[in-house]
């Protein structure tokens, strides 16, 4: 955990210090309205609080020493996999965005079991994948009025 | 009708593992919109009170509880399901549940209004302290280190000022974003937090085999005696002690703000073992041990919601969604509430009590259906799973923004969950932010000029200090790891 702290914190202090200069002034005005308050002040006190909060926690970090045996929180492998699992959620979202929900839920489902069970149940995977995107839509349609796309 | 379906999908829900009330709120709650308020958030407050018992379920058959706040239930729960005694326990946490939930919500039916009377006698300055106060406390109370914690607390906060200013209407980091002015919807972002993050962490681990070899005990079986299935009087009235003791932690540590089911388990757990005659057939099959810890899970369930009514402030996690579900329709959360929609709150008095009934009578009858939930293959499960998170968030405005929104934080929630920044402290820094910033604005127009008077304001001084020593305390408690 230490290391990825560092890390971390390095990275929130970098992500303080350009909101601080450069995207807050960008994005927020700091003309005070009638009430005599900025808009920008807010904003500012808090970036600041979690830039201090994050140079803390690097700093603490590199001062305390860690255990030989503390395992990493993030290893290459979880990387390769939330990668993969955004891309299939990006590719998911397009889908449903062009296609619809039940045809763009069937490409989901189908993915999602195909890369958790393999082929190894055919019939529940066919199954679930055309019924469960059918089944949510209905029941969003019929029992909530909500028409999804 | 909506509660007992509240509480019907909050036993379903729970009995899953994995899947627990705060993320099934989460998805509900757009499901609310087309329902009016009363009913919606009977739909919610019963998705809570269900989830809570259900997750009892899959921690006394399976060993592995359905929601966190179950966790002790596992210790003696499972032990006696390996017995034979499956039933039982189910029967017993089911018990302890509904007594705990009932006594907290006495408590807070009469707490709410008087702790809501004093808060509409505070002003912006002394509200900035209690919130601050809050995040504090909420921030300490989760995960491992309080830095991170702050850090999650301030990052959710800082979102919270995405929109137009609340001001001067002028658009505050959209980006260009249109969909943006009106800040980022809480909905899809606690449903990606919570929900889908949770399910990207799961099919992980089932991927890499960490589910394998779970054994599922049979709670049914035709040979198993009568008496093994059954609680008697007697059983329940040797428990009654440790169900009140733990009822009343429950409901104290539930009135805090934080996230504290899973410690008022653990304490009452404990407590209940050291007051034992027989500490030593805890871990082993006490029935004790199963009421200990589902009475007090429960009894926070309620009293979470005394600072929610009473300050504004959510006591928990879900307490911080029903925030979302509160505004959906039209309602503010807080002291003002009693004047403002003294009905509601009455209604939702009702509907708690009633929602204790429910859950006694569809936890009871519907015992042998739940438990066969924990069998359901997570392969088919969680991609269904994820097919609800994105209806649910494009239930939030009908737009496929919602949903690029919720699938944004599902990536975010994922590392945070992976580092150990509180998820659960961030979506309360979020839904706290803008009554953070609205009060925060306030005190700098009143006392810009005269900063000093602040000092002389006994109740922002006292939170200030509370703030402080709660902060000392924890990073003592925990050491160089949360420095």
Known sequence: MRRADIVVGLLLTLFGLVSLFAIIPAQVGSAAGDAGVAPDLFPLVLMSLLTGLAVLLWVSRLVHHAKADE??????????????????????????????????????????????????????????????????????????????? | MFMAAGVFTGILVGAIPGLNAPMAIAIAVPLTYSMDAIAGIAFLIGIMKGGTFGG??????????????????????????????????????????????????????????????????????????????????????????????????????????????????????????????????????????????????????????????????????????????????????????????????????????????????????????????????????????????????????????IPLLAIGVPGSLSAAILIGAFLIHGVDPGPLIFKNSPQLVYGIFAIMAAGNLFNLVIGGIGLRFFALLVKVPLGMLHPIIVLLCIAGAFANGSTMFSVGIMLVFAVLGYFMRKLDFSFATFIVGFALGESFEVFFRQTVTLFADRPAELLSRPIVMAFVALTLWSLWRTSRRRGSAAA
């Open chain 2, 56 to 305: 009892s379920i899959t921690a006394i058959l399976l060993n592995t509880p359905g929601s966190p706040e179950a966790t002790s239930t596992a210790f003696d729960g499972y032990p006696l399901a390996r017995q034979g005694k499956g039933l039982k326990a189910m029967k017993m946490a089911l018990y302890a549940s509904v007594t705990g939930d009932t006594f907290s919500d006495i408590v807070l039916f009469t707490v709410a209004a008087p702790l809501a009377l004093l808060a509409l006698r505070m002003g912006p300055a002394e509200m900035t302290a209690v919130l601050m106060f809050a995040l504090t406390i909420v921030a300490g109370l989760s995960g491992q280190s309080l830095v991170r914690g702050l850090i999650a607390a301030v990052l959710g906060a800082f979102l919270s000022t995405v929109g137009l200013d609340i001001a001067t209407a002028e658009p505050r980091l959209t980006f260009g974003f249109v969909e943006l002015e009106d800040g980022i919807p809480i909905i899809p972002l606690t449903i990606g937090l919570l929900a889908l993050s949770e399910v990207l962490i799961q099919i992980e681990r089932y991927l890499h085999a960490d589910s394998a070899g779970r054994r599922v005990v049979d709670a049914f079986a035709q040979d198993i005696p009568r008496e093994n299935k059954t609680v008697t009087w007697q059983e329940y009235k040797r428990c009654s002690r440790t169900i009140v003791r733990s009822s009343l932690i429950g409901t104290g540590i539930g009135a805090l703000p934080g996230i504290g089911a899973i410690v008022a388990g653990f304490m009452s757990y404990a407590a209940a073992k050291r007051a034992s005659k027989h500490p030593e057939r805890f871990g082993k099959g006490e029935l004790e041990g199963v009421a200990a810890t589902e009475a007090a899970n429960s009894a926070v369930s309620g009293a979470n919601l």
């Open chain 1, 71 to 149: 395992p990493a929180p993030l290893r290459p492998e979880d990387f390769f996999y939330i990668l993969a699992a955004s891309i299939v959620l990006a590719a998911s979202f397009l889908a449903i965005t062009h296609l619809g929900f039940i045809a763009g839920g069937v490409l989901t489902v189908a993915v999602a079991m195909l890369a958790m069970e393999g082929r190894h149940h055919p019939l529940r995977l066919v199954a679930t994948s055309l019924l469960a995107p059918l089944a949510v839509f209905a029941f969003f349609r019929y029992l909530f009025s909500i028409l999804l796309p």
